[in-house]
């Protein structure tokens, strides 16, 4: 019996796509039934033309939009030269990454990896082996304090101080060496640290659990006891750094510098996967030839890209815009209290927004905007969340609002 002719995918419909994924690709995603084909800016098109507002920007990983100009021109330029030559030589642009990332975050050394949850990975390492090497923690003793509600990725060691159990359940034996204290606590947080903390591992704004923001002061005072006490504060600033809250780092709105910054998204200008650890020369640099590496992490590609995110960082236009824009993306929301939003939480361009349930969870709120034009993603329960393009225009966020209030009208 002859097999049937396979459609070639250019000529499929966004439902035949859907359908084709199913017993094809592991179901560890839940995706809005929208197949994107092309971008630009702000908004995305998908395979039949229909386009649409992003507010979300790849969890923040496009906060320069999509294919931004000096980006792709960065990326086109270095792959007419050199894509990878792994660690084992040099390469002519990862000094220069390096150099500049360095400045602009206020530390002195980098890293290089790929993912976010590669650089969490390392910034533990870096942090284990710090405090044997330098605090004088027993050997196989040290902890790490991390926050309740907290994300940092998927890996293994991460969902084992994970208090979500949908990313734990299954997944045992979980790695050892970490104390879940509750987040924006700093008596708990104290009550926690002992003569074993390697580090306190936080994010300075909670995305995954709805973008939490702590209180005034609470990042001061983790920076104050984790000195006071010797051991490293470590902030997670893959969704929250680069722009995205008004500030080149989330850390900035307290004047905070942590000893270890670990970055990611972002970094890659959605273009590449980029991540890295920044931190003070005395904490990373207890790591030596062969006991920590990557085979793509610092490659040419990614380092030309990154260097060209650095670059449009360095002008601060994107943190302006992301504060200036922010005002109105604030403003808008809070309209709406009351009007079907119970509450919300929001920094810069970046925003939890907490839907009444009784008009319906935050994804069927995100099913509903999707048929007005506008692309958003649940977090938990009926909260959204909202994280547009850096780039996008005031009145696109003016229209995308209005999007939002229709949607809660009509219930």
């Known amino acids: 019996m002859t097999a049937p002719a396979r459609v070639p995918v250019r000529t499929r419909t966004s439902a035949d796509l859907i359908r ?56 086109h330029r270095q792959l007419d030269r050199l894509t990878l030559t792994s660690r084992a030589f040099h390469n002519d642009r990862l000094a220069e990454f390096a150099e500049r990332l360095a400045a602009l975050t206020g530390l002195d050394m ?152 670990l970055l990611g998204k972002a970094l890659g200008g959605g273009i590449v996967p980029v991540s890295a650890v920044v931190a003070h020369r005395e904490v990373l640099g207890v790591l030596h030839p062969g006991e920590h590496g990557s085979t793509f992490g610092g490659n040419p590609l990614s380092a030309a890209v990154g260097t060209a995110v650095v670059g449009l960082l360095e002008t601060g236009e994107f943190q302006r815009r992301a504060a200036e824009l922010g005002v109105i993306l604030r403003d808008g929301l809070a309209e709406l209290v009351g009007k079907g939003v119970l509450g919300f939480r929001a920094r810069g361009l970046w925003a939890g927004v907490d839907i009444d349930p009784a008009l319906g969870t935050g994804r069927e709120v995100s099913h509903r905007l999707m048929r007005e034009g506008v692309l958003v993603k649940d977090t938990h329960g009926s909260t959204i969340r909202l994280a547009p393009p850096l780039t996008i225009t005031g009145e696109e966020l003016v229209t995308a609002l209005g999007a939002l209030e229709r949607v809660l009208e009509r219930g």
């Not at 395979?47 to 969890?59: I, K, M, N, P």
């Not at 101080?161 to 045992?172: K, L, M, Q, V, Y």
């Not at 006490?229 to 470590?234: D, N, R, W």
């Open 110 to 261: 980098v890293l290089p990896m790929n993912t976010g949850a590669e650089a969490v990975e390392s910034g533990i390492k870096v942090a284990r082996k710090w405090a044997y090497e330098v605090k004088g923690v027993p050997a196989d003793r040290a902890t790490i304090v991390v926050a309740a509600g907290n994300f940092h990725g998927r890996t293994t060691t991460i969902v084992s101080f994970s208090t979500d159990e949908t990313a734990r359940a299954g997944f045992g034996p979980f790695t050892p060496g970490f104390r879940v204290v509750p987040y924006n606590d700093l008596a708990a947080l104290e009550a926690a640290v002992d003569e074993t903390t390697a580090a306190v591992l936080i994010e300075p704004i909670q995305g995954e659990a709805g973008v939490v923001i702590p209180d005034q002061g609470y990042l001061t005072g983790v920076r104050e006891l984790t000195r006071r006490e010797g051991c490293l504060f470590i902030a997670d600033e893959i969704q929250s750094g680069l722009g995205r809250t008004g500030r080149t780092l989330a850390v900035e709105h307290e004047s905070v510098v942590p000893d270890v910054l």
């Open 20 to 75: 084709a994924e199913e017993p094809v690709l592991a179901h560890t995603y839940h995706p809005l039934p929208v197949v994107v084909a092309r971008a630009e800016g702000a908004w995305v098109e998908d395979v039949e033309g229909r386009r649409y507002l992003d507010l979300l920007a790849g969890y923040s990983a496009l906060n320069f939009g999509h294919r931004h100009p000096a980006l792709i021109e960065a990326a």
